[in-house]
């Protein structure tokens, strides 16, 4: 089962080599926050979620990874549902 917003507009898709579908707009997830601040990136996660994202880019240097996965897990959408591209330094 598929959690959508009620507003939400329809999502396009890119299909990947492999078959998986990417969702073409995603949200950046650089906070530019503090180190002690990182966290404060969840409730924005959260809300970008509720409004219909469902693909997050994050990094290691943003800082953002552990807001990011609290975000998904609180969001109650399936795991599956959401696409998450992260790098490593």
Known sequence: MSVEPKSAPPQVYYTLNNGARLPAIGLGC?????????????????????VGYR????AHDYGTERA????????????EEVHVTTKLP
């Open 30 to 50: 650089w906070s530019g926050l503090t180190d002690a601040e990182h966290d404060a990136a969840q409730p924005w996660i959260e809300q970008a979620l509720k």
């Open 68 to 79: 990011v996965g609290r975000a998904i897990r609180a969001s109650g959408i399936p795991r």
């Open 55 to 58: 693909h997050l880019d994050t």
